[in-house]
Nanobody, 119 residues
Framework: QVQLVESGGGLVQAGGSLRLSCAAS????????MGWFRQAPGKERSFVAR????????IYTDSVKGRFTISFDNAKNTVYLQMNSLKPEDTAVYYC????????????WGQGTQVTVSS
C-alpha cells in the first residue's frame, strides 16, 4: 500500500507562484514514477506532469511547460510541483499519484489540494 498526502494549495493572484508537496509512505521504493494531475470544475481529471523515480525523467502537459517544475526528494520521499506564472485557467484540484509499473495506470492517489488563481 501507498499513502499520499498533498499540501501547499491555496489562493494566489495571476502571475504568482505556489509549490505543492506530496508526501509518500509505504511501498514507494518500488514505484516507477510519481505524477501530478488536476481537475477543474466541470472537467475531467487531466495529466499535468510526472517524474520517474530512477532517473528523474520528467514530462509535462503542453499548457504548463516552462511554468511548472516537478521534482522528487528521495530523502523525504516527497514529490513537489513548483508552479510559477500561474493563470486563472490553472485553477483546479491538484492530485498526486504513484505508478508502480511503467506499463500500468496510476495505482494510488492522494486526496487532492485546491489551487485557485484569481485574475
Amino acid at each position: 500500500q501507498v499513502q499520499l498526502v498533498e499540501s501547499g494549495g491555496g489562493l494566489v493572484q495571476a502571475g504568482g507562484s505556489l509549490r505543492l508537496s506530496c508526501a509518500a509512505s509505504g511501498r514507494t521504493f518500488s514505484a516507477y514514477a510519481m505524477g501530478w494531475f488536476r481537475q477543474a470544475p466541470g472537467k475531467e481529471r487531466s495529466f499535468v506532469a510526472r517524474i520517474t523515480r530512477s532517473g528523474g525523467d520528467t514530462i509535462y502537459t503542453d499548457s504548463v511547460k516552462g511554468r511548472f517544475t516537478i521534482s522528487f526528494d528521495n530523502a523525504k520521499n516527497t514529490v513537489y510541483l513548483q508552479m510559477n506564472s500561474l493563470k486563472p485557467e490553472d485553477t483546479a484540484v491538484y492530485y498526486c499519484a504513484v505508478k508502480l509499473l511503467r506499463a500500468s495506470a496510476y495505482d494510488y492517489w492522494g486526496q487532492g489540494t485546491q489551487v485557485t488563481v484569481s485574475s
